[in-house]
């Protein structure tokens, strides 16, 4: 009976429905002290002065540090793993606590170590810092005007890079177009926002260090932090407990994390440093903020030509650990599931006097899904064919796959027909356009926006990826290690990291399945520097396809070498060893046969029988690089409501179908899509990051920085297909970060759907209230257009957000329960 | 310094009395001096409910009320809202139904939704995903947390791990 395909019910979830799951933040050790760190209130100063004699006079108070008292306490800045072949990239340094000068608001300046929380926090407040300000750069094509005020003046530029990549012959393909379409998107920065705040604590134990950080990395932030404080990596520690949601935001190397493991060195006591939600808001890194400029060229039978694409993209004043990689990570999807056979695309990295930029849920691909969906759209318009019929006479067909892109990417497998066809026959389009049609007649607007999308992940492989690759100077493998305890249970330790995707569950299936053992006697360990082999940890979709894989080749091992043991006892031959319905059973002699916990008691206490030449034990270990990416796809199509009078927004059905090959746990599934439709339906219509003119953030809490609610969203009608991948054995592809690059596209398509007999063409995300209301009345004042805002550096009172409570900003805001 | 106050309430059953700075918030002292961590810090500005816990049976963000407003009363947390060694129905169907994912947000979460269908037994999908707004999830869409709501409201089991999706 196998257990890989079934909605087994999660592992995880006893302790954390009961309050005993354990996150950074819960643990409590001897001694431990607090830290509480002051952040530059200006955007861009000097510090001139920094008074510390006052907090240092606090009660509780142990030490009071800045940046120069710290200067001889790091090896190595906060890193930046990205060097692509014949680019430069501007770098500066990037200390955890700031000399000299301050960069963007939040930037850490110093910070106080006492016995209490409250003692800190109060003493914080008692460091007297003088800054002399500087003008700063919020805007980030103003940055690249000449003139501009410059974030780092030894660059001589805000360019930090430019990068770009070509296939076909763009030019030609554009010339040969009958019609081409040209637009301007714009991708808003915004924040991951877990709801468990970034967490750190550094305990010195014996001759070393641990730190235990709610991070995605922990193998990664040990190989980082070791460098950066001279910490061999054996006397380094580094364990991610259960973490509260990451989305790309704890992919990163963190400052705080650097200080707590500096403090707890010099001090020779834990110390713990706990993110309030502002710090959040300010300091942990953000997503997005491209520019992107389309142009699409087609035949006049809707056959596209040729894709072009400039982008700018606003990385901040820092490069954190993949900050500038972030936009280029979209590459090899910048094409969509379209057979286009030139693509051209250059990317230009900006410094701003903003936090940085870097991975956040899809980092790179919603971006670049946006953009490739919302052109389709345009250009359907504009050549008056039907918005689907022009993505199927584009599509890759199924029998061309495995498909080289004009950008020399190999898309694995697809069957993008299917995943469209499946979604028509659960969305009736027609009775959709007809209902519509009869709503418009009463002054309600509704929209369909639809996205067929593909997407790259399962980072990995290394040769693509890595130093020789596209440049980052890591590797992407992964690994496991199986061991059978002797009385048939097995233990897993992976090298992925998991933060709430439920991998303890679906490895526990993939092992269980192998080995021959009920999956609830399998327990998947990981997070621990100290246990297990090396790993690259989870993001980009990853960890089934890489992590996975590995997993399935370790266990494989394990049961090779336990039909060995089982021949060698019932005295058969190896290969007359079947697995049935949880035994190891002689083919054809179904009363012959071991169970696991059998097998695995004879590999510990060897009987006599057992040839001297099988090793004792039962554990084997596998490392896994895959040959190439895996790329998941689906159709997604959404409905909203417009409220003319009002501005207001409303999702009202969401309808998908995705491929993510052969399902593992198709609960787990269908949890990440949901989840990630959500983070998406976020961005379009309530989350922004929004910074003035000065470069102060206006959304530094939950209540400007608007997450979805419950109150605000529909159920979702979701389905699958399944289309294995030829990469893995599995078939498996990724799905953590599918819905939110499905979704944007589609939700924002629905808007503008709605908006269309309102006049308005062009709309730039977030569609809060205030800009979609401001759209209709600028359209039906005549000129067609809506407002054109980047949002970065508009004055503070045209935002239009600052509405109480965490849900959107709306007219009726406060009238719910 | 700021002045200690007395605190003494019954939390999960059990008398617990400390002497607190009087700024002390419930959350902190619930999970820094009573070592119940179940209950979650996730904003500071009470918009996301991690921090959700029943006050004399009325749920509250326990970031927003001072440990000595608690004084004399009864607090439930998620460690005491089994009873007598079974989980409460929500905490069933949370897991029935895959409420949860990081698990941060799902102490607050179970407990806002166990004091809305005290409130409301029979709540519809409208009354849930109203009653629910104070507490932001940010891995699960709702989607199933809203089942699993259902599924307590409605006393009956969801899917088990044998079953395959229709």
Request: glycine residues 8%.
């Given at each position: 009976m196998s257990s890989v395909g079934t909605r087994m019910k999660r592992k995880e979830d006893p302790r954390m429905v009961t309050g005993l799951g354990r996150y950074t933040e819960d643990i409590a050790v001897p001694g431990m002290l607090h830290a509480a760190i002051v952040r530059s209130p200006e955007a861009h100063a000097a510090i001139t002065s920094i008074d510390v004699s006052v907090a240092m006079e606090r009660h509780g108070v142990v030490a009071v540090l800045t940046g120069?008292?710290?200067?001889?306490?790091?090896?190595?800045?906060?890193?930046?793993?990205?060097?692509?072949?014949?680019?430069?990239?501007?770098?500066?340094?990037?200390?955890?606590l700031k000399r000299g000068e301050v960069k963007h608001v939040g930037d850490p300046v110093a910070v106080v170590v006492a016995t209490t929380r409250g003692q800190a926090y109060d003493a914080a407040e008692d460091v007297i810092?003088?800054?002399?300000?500087?003008?700063?750069?919020?805007?980030?094509?103003?940055a690249l005007e000449d003139g501009s005020p410059l974030v780092w003046e030894s660059f001589g530029t805000n360019q930090t890079h430019q990068w770009g990549v070509s296939g076909g012959d763009i030019e030609a393909a554009l010339g040969e177009a009958d019609t081409t379409i040209t637009l301007r998107l714009v991708n808003h920065r915004t924040s991951g926002a877990p709801i468990e705040p970034r967490c750190s604590l550094a305990e010195p134990r014996r001759e070393g260090m641990v730190l235990y950080s709610a991070t995605q990395v922990p193998h990664i932030a040990r190989f980082v932090l070791g460098g950066m404080l001279s910490i061999p990596e054996d006397k380094l520690r580094v364990v991610a407990p259960d973490v509260g949601g990451g989305f790309g935001?704890?992919?990163?190397v963190y400052?705080?994390?650097?200080?707590?493991?500096?403090?707890?060195?010099?001090l020779g006591r834990p110390v713990k440093w706990t993110e309030t939600r502002s710090e959040h808001m300010t300091t942990s890194h953000h997503g997005r903020d491209q520019i992107n400029?389309?142009?699409?060229?087609?035949?006049s039978d809707g056959t596209v030509t040729g894709c072009k694409a400039e982008i700018i993209a606003d990385l901040g004043a820092y490069q954190q650990l993949l900050t500038p990689f972030i936009p280029t990570l979209g590459f090899p999807v910048m094409g969509g599931c379209y057979k286009f056979p030139a693509i051209d695309i250059t990317i230009t990295g900006v410094f701003t006097n903003k936090m940085c930029t870097d991975a956040i849920r899809g980092a790179g691909r919603p971006e670049a899904t946006y953009w490739i969906e919302l052109a389709m759209d345009r250009l359907a318009d504009e050549l008056a064919m039907d918005r689907l019929e022009l993505r199927r006479k584009n599509f890759i067909p199924k029998e061309e796959f495995p498909f080289e892109t004009a950008l020399g990417i190999v898309y694995d497998s697809g069957d993008y027909e299917a995943t469209l066809d499946k979604l028509l026959e659960n969305f009736d389009l027609d009775a959709f356009r007809a209902e519509q049609e009869e709503l418009r007649a009463k002054g309600v607007y509704r929209g369909v926006g639809f996205s067929t999308w593909v997407e790259v992940c399962g980072l990995a492989p290394s040769r693509a990826v890595g130093p020789q690759g596209v440049g980052l100077q890591a590797a992407f493998y992964e690994s496991a290690n199986v061991r059978v305890t002797p009385t048939g249970s097995a233990i897993i330790h992976s090298g992925?990291?998991?933060?709430?995707?439920?991998?303890?569950?679906?490895?526990?299936q993939i092992a269980g399945d192998i080995l021959g053992i009920d999956p609830e006697n399998v327990t998947v360990l990981h997070g621990d520097t100290d246990q297990g082999a090396w790993g690259w940890n989870t993001y980009g979709s990853r960890s089934l396809a890489v992590g996975g894989e590995a997993l399935v080749r370790a266990a494989r091992r394990v049961q090779e070498k336990a039909k060995r043991i089982c021949a060698a006892l019932l005295e058969a031959a190896p290969e007359d060893i079947e697995l049935s319905d949880g035994k190891y059973q002689v083919k054809g002699s179904p009363d012959k046969s071991m169970t696991m916990a059998e097998i695995?008691?004879?590999?510990?206490?060897?009987?006599?029988?057992?040839?001297?030449?099988?090793?004792?034990?039962?554990e084997e270990s596998a490392f896994y690089d895959p040959e190439n990416f895996v790329f998941p796809f689906g159709a997604h199509a959404c409905v909203v409501e417009v409220d003319a009078e009002t501005g207001k927004v409303e999702v009202i059905r969401y309808t998908c179908v995705d491929d993510c090959g052969p399902a593992i746990n198709p609960m787990l599934i269908d949890g990440q899509i949901h989840g990630g439709i959500v983070h998406a339906i976020g961005q379009v219509l309530y989350e922004q990051v929004v910074y003035d003119e000065e470069g102060q953030l206006v959304t530094g809490t939950f209540v400007d920085y608007a997450l979805p609610t419950a109150a605000e969203l529909p159920s979702f009608e979701t389905d699958r297909t399944e289309t294995p991948s030829p990469v893995n054995s599995l078939g498996v592809k990724g799905v953590g970060e599918a819905g939110t690059i499905a979704a944007t596209p589609a939700v924002a398509s629905a808007v503008l759907d709605a908006l269309a007999p309102l006049g308005v063409k062009e709309l730039d995300m977030p569609f809060t209230p205030m800009r979609v209301w401001e759209a209709i009345q600028a359209a039906s004042g005549g000129n067609g257009e809506g407002p054109r805002a980047s949002e970065q550096g508009r004055p503070l009172d045209e935002h239009g957000t600052g509405a109480s409570g965490s849900g959107p900003a709306s007219p009726d805001e406060g009238s719910g329960t | 310094m700021s002045a200690t106050v007395r605190v003494r309430a019954t939390v999960n059953g059990e008398h617990r009395e400390s002497l607190v700075e009087a700024r002390t918030l419930l959350v902190h002292w619930l999970r820094d001096e009573l070592g119940l961590t179940g209950t979650h810090v996730g904003c500071d500005t009470t918009n996301c409910g991690a921090c959700t816990v029943h006050l004399n049976g009325e749920s509250v963000k326990s970031c927003t009320v001072l440990a000595v407003q608690a004084e004399g009363a009864e607090v439930t947390t998620i460690e005491g809202l089994a009873s007598e060694g079974s989980w409460h129905p929500l905490q069933e169907a949370f897991r029935d139904q895959h409420g949860l994912q990081c698990g941060f947000c799902t102490p607050g979460m179970i407990m806002a939704g166990a004091a809305l269908l005290e409130r409301n037994p029979n709540p519809s999908e409208e009354e849930i995903r109203h009653g629910l707004e104070g507490n932001l999830c940010r891995c699960t869409g709702y989607h199933n947390i809203v089942a699993a709501m259902k599924q307590a409201a409605g006393g009956d089991r969801g899917a088990s791990s044998e079953e395959v999706p229709a």
């Open positions: 120069e008292d710290m200067a001889e306490d790091f090896a190595a800045g906060l890193a930046m793993v990205w060097v692509p072949p014949g680019v430069e990239i501007k770098t500066p340094d990037h200390w955890p810092v003088e800054y002399d300000p500087k003008p700063a750069v919020v805007d980030p094509e103003k935001t704890k992919l990163q400052a705080e994390e650097a200080l707590v493991l500096a403090l707890a060195k010099r400029v389309i142009t699409l060229g087609a035949k992925i990291s998991p933060h709430g995707q439920g991998l303890d569950t679906s490895f526990a695995s008691g004879a590999a510990h206490i060897p009987p006599q029988e057992l040839p001297a030449d099988i090793e004792p034990g039962l | -």
